[in-house]
């Protein structure tokens, strides 16, 4: 069963990159920095790659040769995160990258997963977490346990989201955008808001110590269109939850669009930063 992507996702991730990347923890990479082993090459796999933002944004961070897996069931968003990863790491040694196409669920399930990250000296991914199921994540978390690296999970959403102006009508969406991303979708339950919480407790079970820092995108005129685009899905998906939102805030679409595209409205959506070292 994979997960589901809408048909512009490559142009959805082109303009949230800059937001993502200044919303990352540079902290957490210091972390990881120096827990990494050295000698041969640093192999790095890297969940639900997209289009390679987060190994543009790591690979030159991190010291010594490297060797990118990108994962991703998109072979055209694989392709492009291919031909855009830089050849280079912080001390000018070299970053190779390999593409493996399949379904990120069946890579969560246990044994496929313990079997593909095996070689692994870091498991990495981006916004990943909440299109996870609770068992998926279970099993992932077990696989990084058994293959002893850190886990690098970036940019999770929280549920919390605040707007300025604000609007009455806010967190009743909020609310339910929150249970969409919750819902079961072709029979499997999404953790959504409630991974970061899941993926804490699953490392606790395995004697995994976790760092969380807060990335929150704090979108303001520069990011009009960013601001746009993620108003226009997050209103969509609360009223696919609660479909008697739609009648009601056809005002208030028109209001805050035309906010967004005057760079007149606030966004700040909260995500958190995740770093599994074991001690």
């Known amino acids: 069963m994979s997960i589901e992507l809408p048909p512009d996702f490559a142009q959805w991730l082109a303009l949230r990159e800059p937001a993502d990347v200044a919303a990352r923890s540079t902290d957490l990479v210091d ?13 790095v796999h890297d969940l639900g790659a997209g289009t390679g933002s987060l190994a543009r944004w790591l690979a ?26 830089p050849p280079t790491a912080a001390d000018g040694a070299p970053v190779t990258v390999e593409t493996r196409r399949g379904d990120l669920t069946r890579l969560a399930a246990a044994e496929l ?41 970036l940019i999770s959403v929280t549920g919390t989201v605040r707007l300025t102006p604000d609007d009455s009508l806010d967190d009743e969406i909020a609310a339910a955008f929150n249970a969409h991303q919750r819902r079961t979708a072709n029979g499997r339950r999404l953790l959504g808001p409630d991974a970061v919480d899941a993926c804490v407790a699953a490392f606790a079970r395995h004697g995994v110590e976790v760092q969380l820092r807060p990335s929150p995108w ?50 700040m959506v909260d995500h958190v930063d995740l770093l599994a070292l074991r001690r």
């Open 31 to 43: 972390m990881l920095r120096a827990a990494l082993p050295g000698g041969g090459p640093l192999v």
């Open 60 to 85: 030159p961070l991190l010291p010594g040769p490297q060797h990118w897996i990108l994962h991703d069931q998109d072979a055209d968003l694989l392709a492009r995160a291919r031909a855009a990863v």
């Open 113 to 153: 997963a313990a079997a593909e990250l095996a070689d692994a000296a870091l498991v990495s991914a981006s916004a990943l977490l909440d299109m996870l199921t609770a068992e998926e994540l279970d099993d992932l978390i077990a696989a990084c346990a058994k293959a002893g690296c850190p886990a690098l999970f």
């Open 218 to 267: 704090q979108l303001g005129p520069d990011q009009a269109a960013l601001a746009a685009q993620w108003f226009t899905g997050w209103l969509d998906a609360a009223r696919e939850q609660d479909p008697e939102l739609s009648t009601r805030t056809e005002e208030y679409a028109r209001r805050r669009l035309a906010e967004a595209e005057t760079g007149r409205l606030g966004v």
